[in-house]
């Protein structure tokens, strides 16, 4: 009898479990996260950009977001690129990157120096990847930029139209990924030392005119 209860309450979570979303952990609580910024916030100059009106100065804050996008179809690159990408580079998945969706969920940096964690998860910790189903596959890509630009995607893509300057940038692409189910299938760590996992997460100065 133990053994049906048991069959039956496995076949229960897993019929459950694929109408659910998957769930990733979405911190740095082991990788650096790294920017040129300096303690308190830097100072950048339209010199120091290139742009030949100079005298212009931007505090630029110490604080930071981030972003998770996924990709469902597992790509590899994003608008063909595999590598990592800083300032004006880094701006594709702003503006709509081909096969990458955006997750759903914001980081935001903590007390600790090259830290970021997930804004809002459960009670383990985990993180709600929506459109992505739960025990799916996929393959994830961060982006990260300065407080100054906003807070949300929107408000950066916007900020940014209007000639803000800033820091912005995008991870490389992780390798494939299976999220949790929060039953059967543990919750994966997104960034990690090694593949799959994201390694590091760097952002430089950035400025569209």
């Known amino acids: 009898m133990t053994k049906i209860i048991t069959s039956i309450t496995i076949a229960t979570l897993v019929a459950t479990s694929s109408y659910a979303q998957g769930l990733v952990s979405f911190s740095s609580s082991t990788q650096n996260q790294s920017t040129n910024n300096v303690t308190g916030g830097e100072v950048v100059t339209d ?10 100065t931007v505090n630029v804050a110490s604080s930071f977001y981030c972003a998770l996008f996924f990709s469902a179809s597992q790509a590899t690159t ?11 580079a880094a701006e594709s998945l702003l503006f ?9 969920i914001y980081g935001a940096n903590t007390t600790t120096a090259g830290r970021f964690a997930a804004l809002g998860t459960d009670s383990n910790g985990a993180s709600t990847v929506n459109g992505l189903a739960a025990g799916g596959s996929a393959t994830f890509v961060i982006l990260g ?3 100054n630009l906003g807070s949300t995607l929107a408000a950066v893509a916007a900020s940014l139209s209007v000639g803000a300057h800033g820091y912005l940038g995008q991870s490389v692409v992780s390798g494939v990924i299976q ?3 929060g039953a059967l299938i543990t919750t994966p760590a997104l960034m990690s030392s090694g593949a799959p996992g994201i390694q590091s997460l760097m952002m430089g100065v950035v400025a569209r005119r």
């Open 179 to 181: 999220s949790g189910d």
């Open 145 to 147: 930029w300065s407080a």
């Open 47 to 56: 010199s120091a950009l290139g742009n030949a009106t100079a005298g212009k």
């Open 96 to 104: 709509g990157a081909s096969g990458w969706a955006f997750s759903g």
């Open 78 to 88: 994003v608008s063909g690129s595999s590598t990592a990408h800083q300032g004006g």
